[in-house]
């Protein structure tokens, strides 16, 4: 061998026994799931930390991920599902084991009921103590009671199975329709090492999750052909429609077509309320006096009164065209005429192809009979709002919150209770997309908190939370989040000392009625106790100021706002489902 051989052999050996005496790069289960989750651009994490996933947390906070900690775990459910709808990515919410994930579950089954992206992630106990029942910390077989409520559900036992874990959850959380998935990852999961090549290799990025799907070409003519016919044409714009993020096409459909609409609550602002073609103040007209009505994201459910009874007129009166993602959607309460199954945006551009020249117009019969009624309405609703009364009732409080998006349309408002939330749909006109935040489809209380802090989050923009105070007892503590965080929330308490009205009593005179809080509560005192701004309001006026005070200085804020105790009906504009005795028993 020559003397440069012997040299480059030599040197050879020299690198190769380095290489083996460097040590081996490791990862684990704690590194995969933060990797995983940044690789497919998560960027926030809500959630209560604890065993056994409170490293998880620190290490994810410590990798760039913003990680939300919250005092409830529900709390932090919602605002995970709710930063899933404003995004269009799978909000994820991280809890501790049995109880912990049990008070995430809640939030997930009201995500998947509501169509949210979501990903609940929950730390459990090891898998062979559990399935022999033997008692581990925090026992519960979670991946069994979990499948029920979701769209899907998911156990990781090996680490290098994380990356494909983490994949399949957020593809079934967006693709089709959204929904909520549970992904259970087992303490001993976190601790598991692996090289860390192998890991990385391991790591799946999700390509088009949520891919297109367009119509067929069918079922847009067929739907094209039954508007074309409408002398009373409607469409109906839900919250899928909102999600959609299809803005700019629905405008352009309604528009083009000139066709008037009604947006569910969460559908507000996709076009103005005070658009010329939005018939919200007159519902009850064009529902009961349509012949064609297109449902756009909108599922006729009881929030629609099933598509039928008396607020849908004469029986047969009239055909609907749907637009959904879902198939099975089609045909749930009352027949569909013209199913168009595919995503929002991609339906809506076939049906504005199809408006060509020999697009016969909407019959201004139809139209000025709208206005009309629309003019009457607005105006009877405009003498109620306008007084500047003390106490305030539901109607004076908020026609000065009214005002308030009116001047700052870009600000995000959340809106839960019974009355407070009712009325509020009513009277409060939206004017952006994505800015009215509320209960749903359960109608749930308790979305307020988790709602505001993820709009904060997720937006940057300025919140207002409006809550009945019942509603807001579900997750006030939620305020000392907010300071926490310093975010830019203002929270308006609707106080009528009680449930529905403060008036209802014990009729053995033993305790407070069971729909009655403490009289004359402070819930302002409660904001300052953390460091926020508290305020007490008894007037319209007041209230105005308080709140553009509150938004111009973006500081954590809550504004009691006294309501006439009196004021209010049972269960709101529902209490057709609230059954009441009529039977009376001998004493």
Known sequence: ???????????????????????????????????????????????????????????AQAEGIRVVSFR??????????????????????????????????????????????????????????????????????QLTIAKPLCKAAFRVLHAEDIGIGVARAIRAAVSGRPGGVYLDLPAKLFSQVLDAAKGERSLVKVIDPAPAQLPAPSAVKRAMDLLKSAKRPLIVLGKGAAYAQADDEIRQFVEKSGIPYIPMSMAKGLLPDNHPLSAGAARSTVLKDSDVVVLVGARLNWLLSHGKGKQWGEPGSKKFIQIDIEPKEMDSNV????????????????????????????????????????????SKMAAKLGKNSSPMCFHTALGALKQVIKERPDAILVNEGANTLDLARGIIDMYQPRKRLDVGTWGVMGIGMGFAIAAAVETGKPVLAVEGDSAFGFSGMEVETICRYNLPVCIVIFNNNGIYRGTDMDPTGRDPGTTVFVKDSRYDKMMEAFGGVGVHVTTPDELKRAVDEAMDSGRPTLINAVIDPAAGSESGNIGSLNPQSVVVRKK
């Open 72 to 141: 409830h775990e529900q709390n932090a459910g919602n605002a995970a599902a709710i930063a899933g709808f404003l995004t269009k990515k799978p909000g994820v919410c991280l809890t501790v084991s049995a109880p912990g994930f049990l008070n995430g579950l809640t939030a997930l089954a009201n995500a998947t009921t509501n169509c949210f992206p979501m990903i609940l992630i929950s730390g459990s106990s090891e898998r062979e103590i559990v399935d022999l029942q033997q008692g581990d910390y925090e026992e519960m077989d």
């Open 335 to 378: 027949e569909i005429a013209a199913p168009l199954v595919g995503d929002i945006g991609s339906v809506v551009s076939a049906l504005l192809a199809g408006i060509d020249s020999s697009w016969p117009g909407v019959p201004a019969q139809w139209t000025e009979a709208i206005k009309a009624k629309k003019d009457a309405n607005i």
């Open 1 to 59: 061998m020559s003397a440069v051989a012997q040299l480059i052999s030599s040197t050879t050996a020299d690198v190769s026994m380095a290489e083996a005496d460097a040590p081996q790069e490791l990862t684990d289960g704690f590194h995969l799931v933060i990797d995983a989750l940044k690789l497919n651009g998560i960027e926030t994490i809500y959630g209560v930390p604890g065993i056994p996933i409170t490293d998880l947390g620190r290490m």
